[in-house]
């Protein structure tokens, strides 16, 4: 799809200077941009690019002043990064803007859904299944009995909802992620040999969450497990059954999080945290990447470390931690010292 520097000034509301019918189909770095591409200038650093790239046309802020002749045309703006971000937004929609039913696919009789429906090849949608307005289901999807999914909601390719799972609003669910598999429940016997607990409860995701590619979240053994409004998960996360994650946090790839553990909202979770059981995490909690959680969090504290504790006491340690074998080498010779004295 091509676009105009005309139509791009429009959306932006911006001024053109040079070829207002410049066009172009793709974006692109302004260091690496070619004929017919869209690229933009924000950052000072990078402002000898504008003089050599071939970008077709430049968004650039418009207090910026030009000290040489440029080959691109100039899209002027208030503020260049955010008027490049509000760009790439309408991209996306206008790229994931699919409608229709494709075949083969398959929809239960007693499925309904709303007006703007995408459903991609050999996608499947179970009985009792509730889809709202302008949901995209792409290819290779299932949606199990009695789930809801709620209005402008994407489900991308492969995706796996198991039975009486909810979605909210303007969900994303990206590809490979599985929500509503049972939660890890065995109870072992008087052999060793373990015996499933039954999984019956379903998992709750609410409005505006993203949940990353190959992400899973586990069903409840009883009730829900919960995703609350605005939470964002990284790919390749593992929530157990009965989580609750409060709203706003957001949460790292490779991060595991154990059965019935509650985290609060607006925290912070780096990447490959590991998270116990049973606990309770208070509200605008920063955990830094690969530290382990072994008991119940107070809300604005920041831990690093497995197991960890408090940031500041961490950073500390660790000039000890380091210079350990220095420390250690000094502590023998003063022994061997002493007792030699």
Wanted: contains cysteine.
């Amino acid at each position: 799809m091509k676009f105009t520097a005309k139509q791009i000034a429009e959306i932006l509301e911006g001024k053109v200077e040079g070829n207002p019918e410049a066009e172009v189909s793709e974006l692109a770095k302004i260091e690496e941009g070619s004929e017919g591409s869209l690229t933009f200038l924000s950052n000072p650093k990078y402002n000898s690019f504008l003089y050599t790239t071939n970008a077709s046309v430049t968004i650039v802020n418009e207090n910026f002043e030009v000290e040489q002749p440029v080959n691109t045309t100039l899209i002027k703006v208030k503020d260049a990064y955010k008027a490049f971000s509000t760009l790439l937004e309408y991209y996306n929609q206008i790229k994931l803007n699919k409608s229709g039913i494709e075949n083969p696919s398959f929809i239960a009789e007693s499925a309904t859904y709303g007006d703007g429906l995408y459903l991609g090849a050999f996608a499947y949608i179970g009985e009792q299944v509730k889809l709202g307005e302008n949901v995209k289901i792409y290819p290779n999807a299932y949606i199990g009995d009695n789930v809801q999914i709620g209005d402008n909601t994407t489900i991308f390719a492969g995706v796996k909802i198991y039975s009486e799972s909810i979605i909210g609003n303007d969900v994303t669910i990206h590809s490979g992620a599985v929500v509503g598999a049972d939660g890890f429940g065995f109870s072992p016997g008087e052999t060793g040999a373990y015996s499933k607990v039954p999984q019956i409860g379903n998992v709750i995701i609410e409005d505006h969450v993203e949940i990353g590619a190959g992400t899973t979240i586990d069903r409840a053994t009883l009730g829900s497990t919960i995703i609350k409004k605005g939470v964002k998960l990284d790919n390749h996360i593992q929530i157990a059954h009965n989580v609750e994650i409060g709203e706003n946090t957001a949460i790292a790839a490779q991060t595991g999080v154990a059965g019935s553990t509650k985290i609060g909202k607006n925290c912070l979770i780096g990447g490959q945290v590991g998270i116990a059981g049973h606990l309770t995490i208070g509200d605008r909690v920063k955990i830094q990447a690969q530290s382990g959680i072994s008991r119940d969090i107070k809300d604005d504290e920041m831990l690093q470390g497995s197991p960890a504790f408090g940031y500041g006491d961490y950073n500390k340690s660790y000039i000890h931690f380091k210079n350990l074998p220095k420390t250690m080498k000094l502590i023998h010779q003063l022994d061997k010292k002493i007792n030699n004295g």
